[in-house]
């Protein structure tokens, strides 16, 4: 009996720059039940976040802590008749150490192009030839659109000090996993509350504060689009990993713009969820380059992924 519902899994390509510095390793895990050799994988937990998943997976089998990069696609094929799709990122190694166990009981770092040989034809290797078209380190700038706010028409006070809801505050505590794990040092607001609070649980546990930008909120974009993407520009090339969160009305054509200008693919972004995310893939360098802008759907709330 076929089936309608997909597995979904995420992996990544974990790679570590190589002893003599020309160039990079990575890693393949070895797995004792099928005997072969694979990027590390695995099935994502009851509504965990795909790029959470890649990366606790990446942990489980290789005993590394990852940071992850540009989006390197996915691939779709059917295990024992159900579909599955797993998705995989560029995931650069930030430390760590491999424990065997009866999942995987090897790890071996290789360059890449020696690695493509130990790999799944139809599986694995698109993917490796991806992350080999442009495996240069990357930082990101996170925009993300405000957490659950309610209803505007059913909100008696000013629209500004409208607060998120309780769907909200628990998607802002679980976007904060993903804000560390991108290693977010600089936040910054549109001049509401419920954009400010998306960002507080993030800013409590980074212990950094959250700069107010009154130019990405929709009134501010609204008076003085030039402005609003001349500071979006400034902060996606500054020299480190940042978030921008505002609203609905100011995202779509803030990043289509910052996109435009900087020569990259802008990912479809309509409709925008509370809560969604766009990542900006910005090389590290004195010439930051837009390499990739991807879009991602928001976190599950802490306490439903907990149930």
């Not at 802590?65 to 190694?93: H, I, Q, S």
């Not at 837009?290 to 879009?295: N, P, Q």
């Given at each position: 009996?076929s089936?309608?519902?997909?597995?979904?899994?995420?992996?990544?390509?974990?790679?570590?720059p190589?002893?003599?510095?020309?160039?990079?390793?990575?890693?393949?895990?070895?797995?004792?039940?099928?005997?072969?050799?694979?990027?590390?994988?695995g099935?994502?937990?009851?509504?965990?976040?795909?790029?959470?998943?890649?990366l606790?997976?990446?942990a489980?089998?290789?005993?590394?802590?990852?940071?992850?990069g540009?989006?390197?696609?996915?691939?779709?094929?059917?295990?024992?008749?159900?579909?599955?799709?797993?998705?995989?990122?560029?995931?650069?190694?930030?430390?760590?150490?491999?424990?065997?166990?009866?999942?995987?009981?090897?790890?071996?770092?290789?360059?890449?192009r020696?690695?493509?040989?130990?790999?799944?034809a139809?599986?694995d290797?698109?993917i490796?030839?991806?992350?080999?078209?442009d495996?240069?380190?990357t930082?990101?700038?996170?925009?993300?659109?405000?957490?659950?706010?309610?209803?505007?028409?059913t909100?008696?006070?000013e629209?500004?000090?409208?607060?998120?809801?309780?769907?909200?505050r628990?998607?802002?505590?679980?976007?904060?996993?993903?804000?560390?794990?991108?290693?977010v040092?600089?936040?910054?607001?549109?001049d509401?509350?419920?954009?400010?609070?998306?960002?507080?649980?993030?800013?409590t546990?980074?212990?950094?504060?959250?700069?107010s930008?009154?130019?990405?909120?929709?009134?501010?974009?609204?008076?003085?689009?030039?402005?609003?993407?001349a500071?979006?520009?400034?902060?996606?090339?500054?020299?480190?990993?940042?978030?921008?969160?505002?609203?609905?009305?100011?995202l779509?054509?803030?990043?289509?713009?910052?996109?435009?200008?900087?020569?990259?693919?802008?990912?479809?972004?309509?409709?925008?969820?509370?809560?969604a995310?766009?990542?900006l893939?910005?090389t590290?360098?004195?010439?930051?380059?837009?390499?990739?802008?991807?879009?991602?759907?928001?976190?599950?709330?802490?306490?439903?992924?907990?149930?």
């Amino acid at each position: 009996m076929s089936s309608n519902v997909t597995t979904e899994a995420a992996g990544g390509v974990l790679w570590r720059p190589s002893h003599g510095g020309a160039g990079v390793d990575v890693a393949l895990v070895h797995r004792p039940k099928y005997d072969d050799w694979s990027l590390p994988k695995g099935k994502l937990d009851p509504d965990e976040h795909p790029l959470l998943g890649a990366l606790r997976e990446i942990a489980e089998e290789t005993g590394a802590r990852a940071v992850p990069g540009r989006p390197l696609g996915e691939t779709r094929y059917a295990k024992d008749g159900v579909p599955k799709r797993v998705r995989y990122w560029a995931m650069r190694c930030a430390g760590g150490e491999f424990v065997p166990s009866t999942e995987v009981d090897q790890v071996m770092w290789l360059p890449p192009r020696e690695a493509r040989m130990h790999l799944v034809a139809d599986r694995d290797r698109p993917i490796l030839d991806d992350f080999l078209r442009d495996h240069r380190q990357t930082r990101a700038c996170v925009v993300v659109r405000h957490a659950s706010a309610g209803d505007r028409d059913t909100w008696t006070g000013e629209d500004a000090d409208r607060p998120l809801d309780d769907l909200g505050r628990e998607q802002a505590q679980s976007l904060a996993e993903i804000l560390l794990a991108y290693q977010v040092t600089r936040a910054y607001s549109a001049d509401v509350l419920r954009c400010l609070d998306t960002l507080g649980p993030f800013a409590t546990r980074a212990q950094i504060t959250i700069d107010s930008e009154p130019l990405v909120s929709e009134t501010g974009f609204a008076a003085n689009r030039r402005a609003a993407v001349a500071r979006v520009l400034e902060i996606v090339t500054a020299p480190h990993p940042s978030v921008i969160c505002t609203q609905r009305g100011a995202l779509p054509d803030l990043v289509v713009e910052v996109c435009r200008q900087l020569g990259g693919r802008t990912p479809r972004l309509e409709p925008v969820r509370k809560g969604a995310l766009v990542v900006l893939h910005v090389t590290v360098g004195a010439e930051p380059e837009l390499v990739a802008a991807e879009r991602l759907p928001p976190p599950a709330p802490a306490q439903r992924r907990a149930a």
